[in-house]
């Protein structure tokens, strides 16, 4: 099996030159080299290792208690130990303050290491986010300093066995019984529900807390932690992600407490549903980029036929071989500038609504361009690629999923072709950006007219949803170009420009 290797450079040119990071001004180039180095480090070191034990052990349900395949509480301890769990938490509350910036290049570089140990992770910063946001003082001070130190991990619990995308069908009740509220229901899908890992579990609940009939105006938020009285009662047999222990949960008239205001639930639920979305996103990229670096090291060592000549040919020497390899590269690189560019918009512009449009985009482009890269990668290597020899089937299974969570994609391409094309729904900035993008693009100039031509058609139909997926699909398409526009401007900066420009004209 190839090794993992961080694409580090790849992640700090993105950063820095394609998404422009530079003109931040909290962005720190330097510091964002170095954390990044000394991750990829142990990632590469400690993580990487990890991830063919836990597809082949699977996290295991143990007399009520999940317990993790080998090696990963032990990595999880040196991981907490070493700060990483607190990388954007406030200073304040032990954390690193790093910014979401650099949060996003780790983040994908442990998703490349080892996805499913990053899923039991990574819900930590958004949960971070939603206590700062919505929290009391007294809850940012109980929970924010254990989740920073790596003492808890955290779960988001929506889903439920009749309520999946449809959260005004949630029936899991919460009840203030005068000495606090008590959680009772079932929640499902819930990734790191339990682990052994973390000393204590911090689980945020969405729950009904008033008229079954009140819809989304029901839904409160609430911190549960773990306790006897919430219990897994199944952890799932799954595709993909098999170390990532995704469980059913039971609550028992379990203790909690109310975060933010009764009713508003989903406001605050959206803090960590989008920090998640971006994150799956950017395992979707982490999932192309490492598919293109075991496919490139394979066909750059495997003879296969002979050259026109006569003499033996590599693989990559085929036409066909190299325009695979050459779509894997051009997946990873443009999706991740979509990621990064979304990201520092967002800085740059403080606009919730472009937020919110380029959101779904990147989640919807990036985890299907993972799956992409990964499907290509097993078809360069053929019958090596099918069997989990080099790992490459393994991407596939665990990539698979990032359509379907946190929002299936069609999901997300309905919310672009109606709420994002609403007055004030980030259209226009969108398009703004990809003008500023396009540098004088020609194509992509083209690409943006007739963009808006069907816009305004979507717009002025009554009924946009039989069109929404592709309008969604144009609609990141052009991101995507946009975005690599971009590096093909920039593309000096990187320590191969000429790879990038044949890459943009091909």
Same mark, same amino acid.
């Given at each position: 099996?190839t ?6 450079e ?13 003109a931040?001004?909290a ?24 991830n ?7 996290a ?6 999940v317990?993790m395949?080998d ?5 999880? #301890? ?6 990483w769990?607190g ?6 509350f032990?954390? !690193?303050?790093?910014?979401p ?17 990053? !899923?039991?992770?990574?819900l ?38 009749q309520a ?20 009772t229901?079932?929640?499902i899908f ?14 945020l ?8 009939n ?24 799954? !595709?993909?992600l ?6 059913q ?37 982490a999932?192309?980029?490492r ?20 003499s033996?040919?590599?693989?990559n020497q085929?036409?066909?071989?190299q325009r !695979?390899l050459?779509?894997q590269?051009?997946l ?6 979509m990621?990064h ?45 099918y069997?989990?020899?080099y ?10 999923i ?5 929002? %299936?994609?069609?999901i ?14 980030g #259209? ?5 950006l990809v ?6 693009s %020609? ?20 009924d946009?949803?039989p069109q929404?997926?592709?309008? #969604?699909?144009?609609?990141?398409n ?21 790879e ?7």
């Amino acid at each position: 099996m190839t090794a993992f290797v961080a694409p580090t450079e790849d992640i700090l040119f993105s950063l820095h030159h394609v998404a422009g990071a530079g003109a931040l001004a909290a962005w720190d180039p330097e510091l964002a080299g170095d954390i990044l180095g000394h991750f990829a480090g142990f990632a590469e070191r400690v993580i990487a290792p990890l991830n063919a034990v836990g597809d082949r052990q699977h996290a295991q349900l143990v007399d009520g208690r999940v317990r993790m395949p080998d090696g990963f509480v032990a990595a999880y #301890a040196q991981l907490a130990q070493d700060g990483w769990q607190g990388l954007t938490a406030p200073a304040a509350f032990g954390g !690193m303050g790093a910014s979401p910036l650099i949060a996003a290049g780790v983040s994908e570089l442990f998703s490349g290491a080892n996805h499913a140990m990053q !899923m039991v992770c990574n819900l930590v910063p958004g949960a971070i986010a939603t206590l700062m946001k919505y929290g009391t003082a007294a809850q940012q001070n109980a929970w924010i300093p254990k989740l920073a130190s790596g003492a808890a991990l955290s779960t988001m619990c929506l889903t439920e066995a009749q309520a999946g995308s449809d959260l005004s069908a949630i029936r899991c009740r919460a009840e203030n019984t005068g000495d606090g509220w008590r959680i009772t229901g079932e929640k499902i899908f819930i990734s790191g529900g339990d682990q052994d890992m973390s000393a204590e579990i911090l689980h945020l609940v969405l729950a009904r807390s008033s008229a079954a009939n009140a819809g989304m105006n029901g839904l409160s938020l609430y911190m549960c932690p773990a306790q006897p009285d919430v219990s897994v009662t199944r952890i799932e047999e799954k !595709m993909g992600l098999h170390a990532s222990p995704t469980c059913q949960l039971r609550f028992d008239g379990a203790k909690a407490e109310l975060i933010g205001t009764e009713g508003q639930g989903l406001q605050a639920m959206f803090t960590l549903m989008n920090h998640a979305r971006i994150d799956v996103a950017l395992q979707g990229v982490a999932h192309a980029s490492r598919a293109a670096d075991i496919a490139a090291a394979y066909a750059a060592q495997r003879i296969q036929g002979r050259q026109p000549h006569g003499s033996p040919a590599l693989l990559n020497q085929h036409a066909d071989v190299q325009r !695979m390899l050459d779509d894997q590269r051009h997946l990873a690189l443009g999706a991740r500038a979509m990621c990064h560019i979304a990201l520092v918009a967002v800085e740059t512009a403080d606009s919730p609504a472009l937020c919110d449009f380029l959101t779904p985009l990147c989640k919807v482009f990036c985890s299907e361009a993972g799956i992409r890269a990964a499907d290509l990668g097993i078809q360069i290597l053929g019958g090596y690629g099918y069997l989990n020899e080099y790992g490459l089937e393994q991407i596939w299974r665990d990539a698979r999923i990032c359509a379907i969570y946190e929002g %299936a994609n069609g999901i997300h391409e309905r919310s672009i072709a109606t709420r994002g094309l609403r007055a004030g729904g980030g #259209a226009d900035e969108f398009a703004d950006l990809v003008t500023d993008l396009a540098h004088g693009s %020609a194509p992509v100039l083209q690409r943006l007219a007739d963009w808006q031509i069907l816009r305004s058609a979507m717009s002025q139909t009554s009924d946009p949803l039989p069109q929404a997926h592709a309008f #969604a699909q144009q609609t990141a398409n052009l991101f995507f170009a946009a975005a690599w526009a971009r590096i093909d401007a920039v593309a000096e900066n990187h320590n191969s420009p000429s790879e990038l420009r044949r890459l943009h004209r091909r």
